[in-house]
């Protein structure tokens, strides 16, 4: 239908039955990405992927696996129900939540063996006794937290040590990592990187002189990982590089690891405009000659911002094809540039790599003041994923946001 379509378009044709717009997603270059970061350790340092938040909205359980076979050897995710939903589909390595949680959650977040933060010597207390309470013939694995200096989550130095120390007593718990997190690894220039630090290497040498040996001492999200090979300690929390996704402009990511995620949909009207037509909600955009607009079945209600109304744009055949007007809850306009011969239901990029003139996850967060991170949160459940290896979609039943469960067909 048009000359530039490439791997992803033919499959995006596939007679599947779901709707046009759909995230397509590489396991292909997630593998290699994990592969690749994984290349940036030393062969002993665990590379923990963090899948929190679905998966930085790529499918928790589909990535999950994907980064365990092909490197990573444990898991993150944010909230106990989070766990719960890997543990349901059958993983079984090991999972840390990072959030907190309620002391009600605790029995739950066992009973599927999930590891969890330790901030006070009560939180350790609570573990040992809901552990007695079940039975269990295993030893929960409890990381205790400092705060050094993010001032969210973890405790100060001496709560943290007298946690640790509890938790080393405690036959019933295994210490299994001491941790803290960056408030600023992504900029080279902050001060506060190298401080946090030694307050955390304070912390584990007074552990050590009292002979407290926790598993893991883990400290590096993806900047600290990318930028500071002497932050990787014995693992390392690594979540947006994964994704092909830099944290930041200040940490480029090796040149090999690449986005995962492309965002298509299809064209679902064609009309002309003539002059003094306007176009959407509050009539924000006036054709000022004849041009044709093209109707994309995307807006808010799938993750595409509002406020990229008037700001954006789209690929069609490799050329930009700008957002005309308000972006709506359903649905977005864009103008069809005037060399191209666009046919109903054809492809349109809505991002990607770049590679075919579409914006990158990057540029639409630039456009909407925020980050990457939230750009690929932020899409909603209505939007199916496709997940692809050696370029077929996958013909099996895969887990989309939680409650919603999809069918691909290859
Ligand atoms: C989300 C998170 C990470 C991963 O951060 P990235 O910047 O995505 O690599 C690591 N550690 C903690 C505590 C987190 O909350």
Redesign the pocket.
Known sequence: MTSGRDAFSALSDANDGLRPTRALIDLDVLATNVRRLKDLLSPSTTLMA?V?ANAYGHGATTVARTTLSHGAAAL?V?TVDEGIELRDDGIDADILV?GPILASEIERALRHRLQLIAVSPATASYVSDAAHRLGLSWRPGLHVKLDSGLHRYGSDLETAIATARQIDQDHSLELAGVTT?FASADDPSAPVTDEQMSRFTAFVSTLAAERIAPRFRHVA???ATLRSPGFHLDMV?????LYGLA?SSHCPLPATVRPVMRLVSRVARIHALRPGDTVGYGQTFTADRPIRAALIPIGYGDGYRRALSSTAWMAVQKQRAPVLGRVSMDSTVIGVPDEVHLALEEEVLVFGDGSGGEPTVDDLARLTGTIS?EVVCGLTARVPRIYIHDSVALPRETRGTPGQRFKVSS
Do not use: F, T
């Open positions: 963090v929190k993150a944010a990072l997190h999200n993806s900047a929390r690594v979540g947006i590089a944290p991170y």
